[in-house]
């Protein structure tokens, strides 16, 4: 464990909440112009003081089992963060959708003294009393996409915008559609239950409300490319006509668009969720009904490394006057289309 480090003092901090891009990064460095060719390598490596090298910290890291393309995402990106920084050490837990399991990591974790922890729970109330056995004990926790259920359990929080995934996906589908009162919406929701679902659909419904139109034909899915499939297959059964389509999730779209291509349907535009990098080719190509797709950043977690370095070594969010790093960060939602794929496609994931 570090010794020379002072954040133990001083776990809470200035509460902010910043409306980021999908990439934090460019928010945790300051505006400065890029490097000038005759700088060295050194000079030009450095971006700002919160990337010149520190005591070493070590960050432990847990997430759920990497079952699908998003949450494989969503580690490879945190280690390949850490990877950036010489001061930094992450160590990994297995991927776990088992509560118990997860809460042993942490305890892990915490017995190790490790300086920070970067936590995606697998469910946010079952890991709160372990992540503020963490805080109490002196190591800032950095919760990140699943909220746990005390907000002291974290010193900073990494949260999508899943009510701005609908409401971005909803204003898109109404710029194509607005001129057009009787147009047939239809939706295909993730698993109904979890509160991220009935987020999306809500901020998709408010948002359809503003240009009068409406969902015609919902189902819902589990996040699954069988489920995707399967549930959309009875969508197009149900709907022989159909205007626009808005996914909730691109890794259940894989077999969302194989049911739209069994079917031979292709009178409407789909608008799929997260930002995986086979739809936005597929955008790209502009060969099928994919037209969009609204990023739910696979980046969080390595946005928490971030964050849990620059906590750990008492520095500051550098374009921010504010001192220190914000309690609340809540990254944006945009939208994917053929005119902007190009800037998102490197970052994406593969489903």
């Known amino acids: 464990m570090s010794t020379g480090l002072n954040h133990r003092r001083r776990l809470l901090g200035v ?30 490596g450095a971006v700002s003081d919160n990337d010149e090298p520190g005591e070493k910290v070590v960050i432990g890291f847990s997430a759920p ?14 280690e390949a963060e850490a990877e950036k920084y ?3 050490e992450l160590r990994v837990a297995e991927g776990t959708n088992d509560v118990n399991v997860q809460i042993s990591q942490i305890e892990g974790f915490i017995a190790d003294g490790v300086d920070a922890i970067v936590l995606l729970p697998f469910d946010g109330a079952a890991l709160t009393d372990v992540a503020m056995e963490a805080m109490e004990a002196g190591i800032p926790v950095i919760n990140v996409d699943r909220e746990f259920s005390d907000p002291f359990a974290a010193r900073a929080t990494v949260l999508g915008d899943n009510y701005g995934m609908g409401v971005s996906a909803g204003q898109y589908i109404c710029e194509q559609l607005g001129d057009k009162p009787d147009a047939v919406v239809a939706e295909i929701a993730g698993i109904d239950s979890l509160p991220l679902t009935q987020d999306r659909s809500k901020g998709f419904a408010d948002a359809l409300d503003e240009c009068g139109l409406d969902v015609d034909n919902r189902v819902a899915a589990e996040f699954t490319v069988q489920s995707g499939e399967s549930v959309t297959a009875n969508l197009l059964q149900a709907a022989p006509e159909i205007d626009a389509i808005w996914n909730h999730d691109d890794d259940q779209g894989v077999g969302v668009l194989q049911a739209i291509e069994n079917a031979g349907r292709d009178e409407f535009f789909l608008v799929g969720g997260a930002g995986s990098a086979n739809v936005m080719r597929e955008i790209q190509e502009g060969d099928s009904v994919v037209q969009a ?11 928490g490394v971030k964050l849990a370095r620059m906590v750990a070594q008492e520095k500051n969010l550098s374009d921010l006057a504010s001192s220190g790093v ?8 945009p939208v994917v289309t053929a005119d902007n794929v190009e800037q998102y496609l490197p970052n994406a994931f593969e489903s």
Do not use: K
């Open 15 to 44: 509460p902010v909440v910043l409306a980021a891009s999908a990439l934090l990064v460019t928010g945790c460095v300051s505006n400065e112009p890029p490097a000038q060719e005759n700088q060295t390598e050194a000079q030009a």
């Open 65 to 78: 089992a990497a079952d699908h393309g998003w949450m494989g995402a969503i580690t490879t990106a945190a």
């Open 86 to 88: 010489e001061d930094v």
């Open 293 to 303: 797709t609204v990023v739910y950043p696979s980046t969080q977690a390595a946005d």
């Open 326 to 333: 914000p309690r609340t960060i809540q990254l944006f939602a």
